[in-house]
């Protein structure tokens, strides 16, 4: 029999349904109810941070600390091209201009030499991205940044629970966002949170949510009518959704555990490919505490890449590669970006395999991948 392995399976605590059932019981559907106010304090909490509210996705996170930074057109922002679109989106959609910078070929994250020379009189702020929840060198970062006054907004979409140092990522920049989709280490589907370390943005970020008013004074009691007072959309999920996303955060370190014995098997069991030359392993820099959000390998080509992929999915394993790089996409070209600008994105994109990888793999099936893995090498040489 054939065992279909997926790329990914949203994680499951089994206290989903029983905390969705509380909140009919409680006849509170609409956003900023109890569970809303569980997961905010858990995660303020647990990452030390001033100020964390929940949004409906990790885009609409970003949305909201484009529009709280006031980015408008002419607006320059620094920002990797081997992201996901919404990272670029959020200040596109406010007129500003994306500054596209090479990766490193270790970590993949944003190139630090590079962004100094890339900044002009019309940087307003750098939109930095911890890809596969390994940390960006913050620390130099936040120097430039302080030395051309710039604002540094952390996606953290993939970082979630996983630290520089002594401290949480998503909790270093101006902003940080999580994301909460199905793909990420913590899901309730659809759904996301800003994490507010400025706290001069705090009061503005809770009328943005609302719909522009001053509702959250209104519920506190610090207003007696509440009304339009900003601009905002309805950025807050649902206490069903924030019920399921409590139940994960309950058991966020129980999750990541399992997300790292799987990483390590992984490794283990792919090392000895490693050594005779056929892939290259993900690395942990040091200084870094990852959330094991994903398993990646490179691939000497991308037609090995390519290759490997189809003869998995033969096998019934999805696995998948990401980004394309945004500066060579349609709405990249826009920017007047062309072929060879960013070299390292562009081998990299062309080389990155991420392996199935979700709370539920078994080690059965990591045998499978892997034994699948080293029969695509021993046919092909
Ligand atoms: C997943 C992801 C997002 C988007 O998060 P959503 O919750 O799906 O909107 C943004 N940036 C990065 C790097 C991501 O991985």
């Known amino acids: ?6 790329f990914n399976i949203p994680p499951q605590t089994g206290k989903e349904l029983e905390y969705i059932k509380h909140v009919f019981k409680n006849n509170h559907l609409t956003g900023d109810g109890e569970f809303t106010k569980k997961c905010s304090e858990l995660m303020e909490n647990k990452f030390d941070a001033s100020r964390v509210i929940l949004t409906t996705s990790g885009t609409h996170a970003l949305d909201m600390a484009a529009i709280l930074l006031d980015l408008k057109k002419g607006d320059e922002v620094i920002v990797p091209s081997f992201t996901f679109s919404s990272t670029v989106n ?6 500003a201009t994306p500054v596209f910078i090479d990766i490193k070929e270790d970590t993949l994250n944003i190139k630090e030499d590079l962004i100094e020379e890339s900044i002009t009189k019309n940087t307003k ?8 929840g390994i ?8 120097k430039i940044a302080k030395k051309y006054n710039l604002f540094i907004v952390e996606d953290a979409a993939q970082a979630i629970n996983a630290k520089y140092k002594d401290t949480y990522l998503g909790t270093i920049g101006d902003f940080g966002i999580f994301s909460f989709h199905e793909t990420k280490n913590y899901s309730c589907g659809e759904g996301g949170a800003l994490i507010i370390n400025n706290k001069k943005f705090i009061e503005r970020a809770e009328i943005i949510r609302e719909k522009g008013t001053d509702r959250s004074k ?4 610090e207003v007696d009518k509440y009304t339009w007072v900003d601009v905002g959309s309805s950025f807050l999920p649902s206490e069903i ?11 966020m370190d129980k999750i990541q555990n399992k997300r790292k014995s799987i990483y390590n098997y992984y490794y283990k069991k792919l090392k000895p490919l490693e050594g ?14 990852c959330n094991y959000h994903m398993f990646y390998v490179l691939l000497p080509t991308e037609k090995i890449r390519n290759e490997l992929m189809s003869f998995l999915k033969k096998k019934s394993i999805l696995a998948v590669f990401h980004y394309l790089p945004l500066h060579l996409s349609k709405m990249g070209r826009k920017y007047n970006y062309k072929k060879n600008d960013l070299p390292i994105t562009e081998n990299i994109s062309g080389k ?3 392996l199935p990888f979700y709370f539920s793999l078994s080690k059965n099936e990591i045998n499978i991948v892997v034994k699948n893995i080293n029969n695509y090498f021993k046919i092909n040489g």
């Open 1 to 6: 029999m054939k065992i279909k392995i997926p």
């Open 90 to 95: 959020a200040f596109v959609l406010r007129g």
């Open 125 to 132: 702020a750098i939109f930095l991205v911890h890809y596969a």
């Open 135 to 142: 940390s960006c060198d913050i620390d130099r970062i936040k």
């Open 218 to 221: 209104f519920y506190r009691g």
């Open 241 to 251: 959704l924030a019920a399921v996303l409590y139940t994960q955060l309950e058991n």
């Open 276 to 289: 005779a030359g056929k892939l290259t392993l993900p690395i942990i820099p040091k200084n870094n505490s």
């Open 352 to 354: 990155i395999l991420r």
